[in-house]
């Protein structure tokens, strides 16, 4: 039986760990912008921007050329950063075969609409099987080998299975979910609190308050995923809680670094000139505390986050207003 042809749409360092996972699986072609990416995947199986020197799976095929890598796709995967999302898949729509699934690795919400990854895809292509593969997943310790898990939701469960042996690696383990709203959610809310977390860690704050902003980061993650239709359950799993403590915690994480930086003193131009690389949060920021406010979800620490990125607020009085709400019932009050 003929192998599906997997593409993966953005060359950057998340896009290229897994494709460099799926052309172990299947024939597999990633598409970037980049010419030097391809030129360097394609001749030194390397992705040097974005990973350095970490080898990637010679037998990953790169190509500049979108018409051509969308129409040999049996199935796409969307890893470019949240707001292109919709342009790149409007120019792959003309050339998509109509029954192709989906598989978005985007962690990030839509600035104006407000619409998770998933649910831009269903817009621009609509009847194709879509769904989210999120969790702990630095990709540069995904390229290096060390052993990681993540989670693919799609509606459809038997189709998740089959997909599953594609993205999967005897390190990489992927399990599956129906739970695409709660997988979503959780992938693009953790980016909100590793920046609240890069806050503490800036100010030098220590370990126990880390530990109150990530825990405390849980409850607002849940609350708002729980009220956006998500399981419960979800949020203590591998893309809730296991994303959320790799964020957070992680030296190599993008969001976590602007908290850092924010609270160093420097503006979000200067530390976007410094990443190169997306880091979601920030943009995700401003659409969060929309969906809080509709969803009647009370969420301090995003709250925080967003006043200080979008609104100028000092990273040391984030903190002092979050330190002055009084401490109500730890699971059921609405205070931090
Ligand atoms: N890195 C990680 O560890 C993980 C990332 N993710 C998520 O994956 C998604 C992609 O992130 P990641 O790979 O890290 O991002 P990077 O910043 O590493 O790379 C972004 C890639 O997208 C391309 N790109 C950016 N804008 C456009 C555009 N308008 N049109 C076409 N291509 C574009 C870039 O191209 P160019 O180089 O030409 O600018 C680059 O290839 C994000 O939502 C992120 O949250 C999820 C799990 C882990
Ligand atoms: O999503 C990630 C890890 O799971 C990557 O996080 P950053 O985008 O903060 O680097």
Redesign the pocket.
């Known amino acids: 039986m003929r192998r599906p042809h997997v593409t993966i749409l953005?060359?950057?360092?998340?896009?290229?760990?897994v494709a460099s996972i799926a052309a172990r699986n299947a024939p597999t072609t990633i598409w970037?912008?980049?010419e030097a990416?391809v030129e360097d995947i394609n001749t030194r199986h390397i992705n040097s921007?974005?990973l350095g020197d970490l080898p990637i799976n010679p037998a990953l095929r790169a190509t500049t050329d979108l018409a051509q890598a969308v129409a040999q796709a049996d199935v796409l995967v969307l890893?470019?950063?949240?707001q292109?999302c919709r342009?790149?898949l409007g120019e792959a729509a003309d050339h998509l075969r109509p029954w192709v699934p989906v598989v978005s690795?985007?962690?990030?919400l839509e600035q104006g609409s407000q619409l998770r990854m998933t649910e831009v895809v269903s817009e621009v292509l609509p009847g194709h099987p879509v769904g989210v593969l999120?969790g702990p997943?630095?990709?540069?310790e995904i390229v290096q080998g060390y052993a990681a898990a993540a989670t693919l939701a799609m509606p459809d469960q038997q189709l998740a299975e089959s997909l599953q042996g594609i993205l999967r690696s005897t390190m990489f383990r992927v399990y599956t979910s129906t739970d695409v709203v709660g997988v979503e959610v959780a992938?693009a809310l953790k980016?909100i609190f590793a920046i609240a977390t890069g806050f503490g860690d800036g100010l030098e704050a220590g370990d126990n308050t880390r530990a109150m902003v990530i825990t405390r980061s849980l409850r607002e993650l849940t609350r708002l995923g729980v009220a956006m239709g998500g399981h419960e359950q979800t949020f203590s799993g591998l893309a809730g809680m296991g994303d959320l403590i790799a964020t957070c915690t992680s030296p190599?994480s993008?969001n976590r670094r602007v908290g850092i930086m924010l609270a160093q003193g420097k503006n979000l131009d200067e530390i976007a000139a410094e990443l190169k690389?997306?880091a979601?949060g920030v943009k995700s920021s401003s659409v969060v505390v929309e969906l809080a406010r509709e969803h009647g979800v009370e969420m301090r620490i995003a709250r925080e986050v967003d006043a200080v990125i979008n609104h100028g607020q000092a990273v040391v009085k984030a903190y002092r207003g979050l330190l002055r709400e009084a401490p109500e019932h730890e699971f059921h009050g609405e205070s931090w």
């Open positions: 953005g060359g950057g360092s998340w896009g290229t760990a970037a912008r980049d990416t921007r974005y890893g470019v950063p949240s292109a342009a790149v690795l985007v962690k990030g999120n997943n630095i990709a540069r992938g980016n190599h993008r690389q997306v979601e």
